[in-house]
């Protein structure tokens, strides 16, 4: 893909964010599962769920897959596809701007880079390398989806304690130029409008999963983007599953209702 391409996405990409909708991915492992995802109309961008790309290659989530093989599996995702495409990256791989550099060499536009609660001052000068790199590159709108994990980490913690570290990171994320900020939790309405508060609408991202408020309500509070993470991957594989059990175990055929595929 051509640099004025990349760029083009990237910039495309910021402004869904920015946008009154609310942003909805649906994340993808690979190109049948983009070219799915991207062919349902109302689609405008694709995101990449790195435990669901290492586990389609056998490999535990958790920067357990090589990195190369990462950026091979999220390149083909890009180039099977018009819409912008953002990748999860975990923790950068040890050094998170230059992993941003090279995936934006494969046409990612965006990114997920998880704190891992590291120092929150070292947290900071990450995102905002994270930024310059990009810039480098000449893709100043760059999307970083800087991840907090100040609740996935502290399960054990006090929500109250583990609401005020997110906000607190997230502030300084923000601050150091990241363009939305990402908080994976089982978040109630309250804790959402505190985030919104403190980030100010269009800066939040969050995750779809049980008892996140609905996603006309979220568009409501001023949340920028929601995703699914692992669990497109669950439900396909679910289905899989259940199809299987069909045939070896009840000796039924392909189901009515199965649509086929182009």
């Not at 909708?21 to 062919?39: G, Q, R, Y």
């Not at 093989?69 to 999860?88: F, K, N, Q």
């Not at 150091?176 to 959402?192: R, S």
């Amino acid at each position: 893909m051509s640099h004025e391409a990349t760029r083009s996405r990237a910039s495309q990409l910021l402004s869904l964010h920015q946008a009154e909708k609310l942003l909805k991915l649906v994340n993808v492992w690979d190109v049948v599962s983009a070219k799915v995802v991207a062919d349902v109309p109302g689609t405008t961008a694709l995101a990449t769920a790195s435990h669901s790309i290492a586990a389609s290659y056998g490999y535990e989530d958790g920067e357990n897959i090589p990195l190369e093989l990462m950026l091979e599996a999220v390149g083909r995702i890009v180039t099977s596809t018009s819409l912008p495409v953002t990748a999860d990256l975990e923790g950068g791989y040890g050094n998170a701007a230059e992993t941003v550099r090279r995936a934006i060499g494969v046409g990612v536009v965006g990114a997920n880079i998880e704190d891992q609660m590291k120092p929150v001052a070292d947290a900071a000068r990450q995102v905002e390398a994270v930024m310059k790199a990009a810039e480098a590159e000449g893709v100043p709108d760059f999307v970083l989806n800087a991840r907090t994990d100040a609740f996935h980490l502290r399960r054990d913690k006090d929500p109250a304690d583990n609401l005020a570290a997110a906000v607190e990171r997230g502030r300084a994320y923000l601050d150091a130029g990241a363009p939305v900020v990402f908080v994976p939790a089982f978040l109630d309405e309250a804790q959402v409008t505190t985030l919104v508060d403190a980030f100010r609408p269009r800066r939040l991202s969050l995750i779809a999963i049980p008892r996140t408020p609905p996603l006309h309500r979220l568009e409501e509070l001023g949340v920028a983007r929601v995703s699914f993470g692992p669990m497109s991957q669950n439900v396909a594989l679910t289905a899989l599953q259940e199809l299987t059990e069909g045939v070896v175990d009840r000796g039924e055929g392909a189901p009515p209702n199965m649509r086929l595929l182009n």
